[in-house]
């Protein structure tokens, strides 16, 4: 790749043509998407973020805590044979198993202070988890009861940022709350302002969102519960699971709930249930909507117990195949490992081993594809985790036992530090500082696990507003995200765009829902770097911008909408351009490169016969950190 190419470069001889001119210069532009975001930022976004203060002046805001060094704390282990929250119970190891390797520390079976995740390992190579909750804490694991907070009231939530109005607050909550602003969008947040704004997108039913329903009245299969698909489709056909992500993306595009579609995005993967893939063709729609879309802005216990009952999550983790005398261990050991504790918590192999016990029986009905709680298939008889265990006297009783193990993990502290950690990555930085962790996982346990008390407190917080440009967009957010700012509209082609989008992002390796492993999508840079990547992502821009994706085209033509006004110098143009798709005009020094690339002066009048050159200026605006950058 070439390197960057100033406004002010020397060109070479008389025999240069002005078509290789510009493609220097192009290529120059597109090497800005490779910058790394630290240089990057702070040349594309300029000063630090302040907050609204009484006497009307801003304070800049500094980042708060940092990491916390490992210090693992040895217990000793002491069953009880309660149905409530304890303390570990001694491992018992089979005669002439292999022992995992010996450790300085005693929370993990492979390394010492392990990674907190897959996306910490790509975000911070050899970076520990330093002090993360036990899986044997006992006390704070302790379910709470407290009424469970209102889904889809029309009445916006009340938030506090205490953040100041400006441009630069703006753009960086918009790149972070939604998969990629509108110009309509800055308008919105300019009229309602900071707190107003995010208050109604926490509520989502109080937003009207006509777009949202015609993006998903154009794929409804996608909306359809089990009998629903089972009467729809042929046996084992992907349709109406296909549809699902093909739906999804679509609401990602049109919906006006942009915040709401977000965070459904992290629970998705939380929770990931590869959709499509032949054990879920009849169930995959349901678990979208029933386990994921309920509750994405309820409460995390009620997500996963509902996840735990589905037969998507059942067949997808082959729990319908566990029974008494040899339970299977995928949906118990990844319950424990992805859904709650993480592998940072400590837990045992005895532990995965006592999960799988726990969840067998609960299986399907093969001629509905509905959840059936089997207890024939159920293992009775006394069951002990770290901080779990019961007597399990019945096989009837083995669901509601169940169900008890699901609310103690959910309330678990080190639940807690994973589900806040997920958003966190999503909102905040691939690797964001410990103390808001802390925080925000206090205030996920203080409020019974609900979801939107967690976000207030994530997006008032000094380390959100000093995070600018620290994400940069996966391929999703890029495809979505340049959608949008192209100012694409529902169409009776609708279909047929969000489509033809699908299949570019499956080819990116990135349409929705499609994650074969059951750790969902990476949430971080570095899993997405690759030339590949960057040359199948400029494509993308140039198709959507040269208006080549019908179903995903802007009312106007971009060349149209966006050509030379009367009067107006070619800078002003840029611009504009600059404006409509990002928000906020260019630098001088990037101003200047697209000049170059124009072969203009910046202030000469700009001409109309430029404006076909619009789709090419617009796709080299979402190439560069400017739009890459979130």
């Not at 994400?471 to 033809?500: C, F, H, Q, T």
Request: glycine share 8%.
């Amino acid at each position: 790749m070439n390197p960057p190419v100033t406004p002010d470069a020397q060109t070479g001889g008389e025999g240069e043509t002005l078509l290789a001119r510009r493609m220097i210069i192009t290529s120059g532009v597109a090497a800005l998407a490779a910058v790394g975001a630290a240089a990057a930022s702070s040349a594309a976004f300029g000063p630090s973020i302040e907050t609204a203060s009484s006497d009307g002046l801003g304070a800049p805001i500094k980042p708060g805590g940092s990491s916390v060094p490992n210090t693992p704390v040895p217990t000793t282990p002491k069953p009880t044979p309660s149905g409530t929250a304890t303390t570990a119970p001694p491992t018992n190891r089979t005669p002439g198993t292999a022992n995992p390797p010996a450790t300085s520390d005693p929370r993990s079976p492979a390394t010492a202070n392990p990674p907190a995740d897959r996306d910490q390992s790509y975000a911070n190579p050899g970076a520990g988890s330093g002090t993360a909750p036990r899986a044997d804490a006992p006390a704070a694991a302790k379910p709470v009861t407290k009424p469970a907070p209102p889904k889809g009231s029309t009445k916006p939530e009340v938030i506090s940022t205490g953040v100041a109005n400006n441009d630069q607050t703006h753009s960086h909550l918009l790149a972070r709350a939604t998969f990629g602003p509108r110009a309509s969008d800055f308008a919105d947040l300019s009229a309602s302002g900071i707190d107003s704004w995010l208050g109604a997108q926490l509520a989502p039913a109080s937003i009207s969102d006509p777009d949202g329903d015609a993006a998903w009245a154009a794929f409804p299969l996608a909306r359809k519960p089990i009998a629903g698909v089972r009467s729809s489709v042929k046996e084992f056909g992907w349709e109406a699971a296909r549809q699902t992500g093909q739906g999804t993306l679509a609401a990602q595009v049109f919906s006006k709930r942009q915040l709401f579609e977000v965070v459904v995005d992290v629970f998705a993967n939380l929770l990931n249930v590869t959709t499509p893939s032949d054990s879920v063709w009849a169930t995959g729609p349901d678990y979208a909507n029933t386990v994921i879309r309920a509750n994405a802005f309820g409460r995390y216990s009620d997500m996963l117990h509902a996840a735990m009952r589905h037969p998507a999550m059942l067949t997808y983790l082959n729990n319908e195949q566990s029974n008494k005398t040899n339970v299977n261990e995928n949906l118990g050991r990844e319950l424990l490992e992805l859904h709650t504790l993480g592998v940072t918590s400590g837990y045992t192999e005895g532990d995965v081993r006592n999960s799988a016990m726990i969840l067998s029986g609960r299986a399907i009905d093969y001629d509905t594809r509905e959840f059936r709680y089997r207890p024939e298939r159920h293992y009775v008889g006394p069951v002990a985790t770290s901080f779990f265990s019961d007597e399990n006297a019945s096989a009837d009783g083995g669901l509601e036992m169940g169900d008890r193990y699901v609310s103690v993990l959910a309330h678990h502290p080190a639940t807690a530090a994973t589900v806040v950690r997920k958003l966190a990555v999503r909102f905040v930085s691939d690797s964001p500082p410990q103390a808001l962790l802390d925080r925000l996982a206090q205030v996920y346990l203080d409020n019974d696990t609900a979801i939107v008390p967690v976000l207030k407190a994530l997006f008032a917080s000094s380390e959100f507003w000093a995070a600018i440009g620290e994400k940069s967009r996966r391929p999703l957010e890029d495809a979505v995200g340049s959608a949008r700012a192209v100012d694409a509209r529902p169409s009776d082609k609708l279909a047929d765009g969000i489509k033809n989008l699908y299949w570019v992002l499956q080819n990116l390796g990135h349409a929705p829902l499609t994650w074969t492993p059951p750790n969902g999508f990476p949430d971080v840079t570095g899993a997405w770097l690759s030339a590949s990547q960057t040359v199948g992502r400029w494509n993308l821009h140039r198709g959507l911008t040269g208006g080549w994706f019908k179903g995903l085209t802007p009312p106007t033509k971009l060349n149209e909408a966006l050509a030379p006004t009367a009067g107006q110098t070619n800078s002003q143009w840029v611009d504009a351009i600059a404006q409509h798709l990002i928000g906020r005009p260019l630098s001088d020094q990037h101003r200047g490169v697209l000049l170059a690339y124009l072969d203009v002066e910046g202030s000469a009048v700009a001409e109309q016969g430029n404006a076909w050159q619009v789709p090419a200026l617009a796709a080299l605006v979402l190439d560069s950190p400017y739009f890459q950058l979130r």
